[in-house]
T-cell receptor, first 115, second 118 residues
Framework: DQQVKQNSPSLSVQEGRISILNCDYT??????FLWYKKYPAEGPTFLIS?????DKNEDGRFTVFLNKSAKHLSLHIVPSQPGDSAVYFC??????????????FGKGTKLSVIP | DTEVTQTPKHLVMGMTNKKSLKCEQH?????MYWYKQKAKKPPELMFV???????INESVPSRFSPECPNSSLLNLHLHALQPEDSALYLC?????????????????FGPGTRLLVL
């Protein structure tokens, strides 16, 4: 059962335009959400996060929106740049039975920004 | 500084070898994690250490043995691996392993060790 879903495996966007990456989740216990960017053969790089008590968080070109009632979040990148081309993972966090926080990842969306 | 370092960067080993992966962070984080990632898949959690104690073992085979010598270091000892264990092994750390506010649970990842088992 996939608790975090990224339904678009890939997305192509023209340089300078907005990139919108989407993520849906099913577990109501998730209380913290993160976006990571990953290049091939490298570790994921933390981009931006949002707590479940907020509906928007902005950091430079990156904005994350959370719609708790729809169990949906999205990452907006504007303007998109060729260097943004990477795989983007959505992740959600909840306290496990052992008392530790665990991240559950989506399968990722490969973003290609075309010059 | 949000740096997590991992050594070695690449490792090739035979099925009878014993090797170790190392991870280090100096951010004062008290939770450390091992993940395994196969190509075109998300990272899969293997182990969680919280305050140097193993708190989660996601049913990982015993040929993988984690060790946390102190709050800055995390090792993964490998023995008698199978070719299907070939993957990118990622270490991560977070401020604390539980009981904090959301932002303290942000996990920062190292660059990974690319492991090939022959």
């Amino acid at each position: 059962d996939q608790q975090v879903k990224q339904n678009s495996p890939s997305l192509s966007v023209q340089e300078g335009r907005i990139s919108i990456l989407n993520c849906d989740y099913t577990n109501s216990m998730f209380d913290y959400f993160l976006w990571y960017k990953k290049y091939p053969a490298e570790g994921p790089t933390f981009l931006i996060s949002i707590s479940s008590i907020k509906d928007k968080n902005e950091d430079g070109r990156f904005t994350v929106f959370l719609n708790k009632s729809a169990k949906h979040l999205s990452l907006h990148i504007v303007p998109s740049q060729p260097g943004d081309s990477a795989v983007y993972f959505c992740a959600a966090s909840a306290v496990s039975g052992a008392g530790s926080y665990q991240l559950t990842f989506g399968k990722g969306t490969k973003l290609s920004v075309i010059p | 500084d949000t740096e997590v370092t991992q050594t070695p960067k690449h490792l090739v080993m035979g099925m009878t070898n014993k090797k170790s992966l190392k991870c280090e962070q100096h951010m004062g984080h008290r939770a450390m994690y091992w993940y395994k990632q196969k190509a075109k898949k998300p990272p899969e959690l293997m182990f969680v250490y919280s305050y140097e104690k193993l708190s989660i073992n996601e049913s990982v085979p015993s040929r993988f043995s984690p060790e946390c010598p102190n709050s800055s270091l995390l090792n993964l000892h490998l023995h008698a691996l199978q070719p299907e264990d070939s993957a990118l092994y990622l270490c991560a750390s977070s401020h604390r392993g539980g009981g904090g506010v959301g932002s303290s649970e942000t996990q920062y990842f190292g660059p990974g060790t690319r492991l090939l088992v022959l």
